[in-house]
């Protein structure tokens, strides 16, 4: 009979997996950014800069205020650690899983065949890759300046930067980092060495790697958990994690509440700690490993969560950029941020406590802030009184 696991120590044990709960004295740099990244097995990147952007996000919900410069060291340059591919939508992740997304690149080729676009610009494509060949790894900009300049309006900008992102998706050009938040691009033997280049990685054997990472970054988890954090197929997923079950690394369990039968079977990756307490107190991201899956979210922290900046703003009810509020082991709330740049203030726009929220929450919201505005270089606050939390927050940051 499986072992049976309460809802608390089920959320406990996913967010211990997710690198919570491990208060350390060490300021955080190179090694403790590089161990985190392996940890979540990659960041979500998202162009959204209101507050921060988002793959700079769950180091400082982790390990608190840290130099993102250490971080870009990671993602770009001579000394990256990490590159870019469609995992979980755009992502950062690292270098040595990249053969792991093989199988994807080759079902994007065979997707193309049926696109108009990419048959109708085979001549671009070639061009393309001629360039970078030509002069190594460049960002899209200036490859469009080129052509504009060298060629004539032959192709558009926005063809150009197509061209480069179909290329990127099939797999014949890698990005080499980013400038000014712009892709560059290069063709994979000019970003990767060669014995990455020469690692071929089944389908399956992919998806069972991809499954047990999945798996060791949640903690405890469905199918659906696993298979949504590489963005994986169902019928892949269950076959990995029969394969995983069998090697003993995943451990069927129940946790009440998670629903029952196959669709709401439970694992939990045999690496999992299980903490007796979690004791976190930060921000999280909307592009959070903990939030980013709604439903999970829902199921493991009973936190309704939606991010409004699509919603026009007489309906919106929390705010345009809304951040979860991780306290304890709990998601207790949600702050609208602005990162006010040119004023140097952080602008809390709102500011909401979840029912049940314990006494303590403003005033501990209230250090995290002053932490992510420090972070963030900025010498003031400023609060909105809007939002159920706003008062007592207010009091607090007074």
Request: no cysteine.
């Amino acid at each position: 009979m499986a072992q049976t696991m309460s809802p608390a120590l089920a959320r406990r044990i996913a967010l211990g997996a997710q690198g919570f709960g491990r208060p350390s004295t060490v300021a955080p740099g190179i090694r403790q950014l590089d161990a985190l990244v392996n940890r979540l097995g990659l960041l979500q990147i998202d162009s959204v800069n209101v507050f921060e952007r988002s793959h700079y996000m769950p180091a400082f919900s982790r390990l608190g205020a840290y130099d993102k410069a250490q971080l870009d060291r990671l993602t770009s340059g001579r000394e990256s650690r990490f590159t870019e591919y469609w995992a979980h939508e755009a992502s950062f992740l690292p270098r040595e899983a990249w053969p792991l997304f093989g199988w994807r690149m080759r079902d994007f080729r065979d997707r193309s065949r049926t696109e108009a676009w990419a048959q109708g610009n085979r001549p671009l494509l070639d061009w393309l890759l001629a360039e970078l060949a030509a002069n190594g790894p460049l960002r899209a900009s200036a490859i469009e300046h080129d052509a504009n300049r060298s060629r004539g309006p032959w192709w558009g900008w926005s063809d150009v930067k197509t061209g480069l992102e179909t290329l990127f998706r099939w797999g014949d050009v890698a990005i080499a980092g980013r400038e000014r938040f712009e892709r560059v691009y290069g063709l994979p033997e000019q970003v990767f060495p060669r014995e990455l280049l020469g690692r071929t990685v089944s389908r399956d054997d992919a998806h069972r790697d991809l499954v047990s990472r999945a798996a060791r970054a949640h903690g405890i988890g469905t199918v659906k958990d696993f298979a949504d954090y590489f963005r994986l197929r169902g019928p892949a997923t269950r076959a990995a994690i029969r394969d995983l079950e069998d090697a003993g690394e995943l451990i069927p369990v129940e946790v009440p509440g998670w629903g029952g039968g196959a669709a709401g079977a439970v694992w939990l990756h045999r690496d999992a700690r299980l903490p007796r307490r979690v004791d976190a107190a930060t921000l999280l991201s909307p592009f959070d490993p903990v939030v980013w899956d709604r439903p999970r979210a829902l199921r493991v922290f009973g936190f309704h969560y939606r991010i409004e900046i699509y919603t026009p703003a007489p309906k919106r009810v929390f705010g345009y950029y809304s951040l979860p509020v991780l306290i304890g082991d709990t998601i207790v709330g949600r702050v609208d941020l602005k990162n006010d740049r040119q004023a140097q203030v952080l602008r809390v726009r709102a500011a909401w406590a979840e029912p049940g929220a314990p006494t303590d929450t403003a005033g501990r919201l209230a250090s995290v802030l002053r932490e992510a505005a420090a972070w963030q270089g900025l010498p003031e606050i400023e609060l909105e009184p809007r939002g159920n939390l706003a008062e007592a927050l207010a009091a607090e940051l007074r």
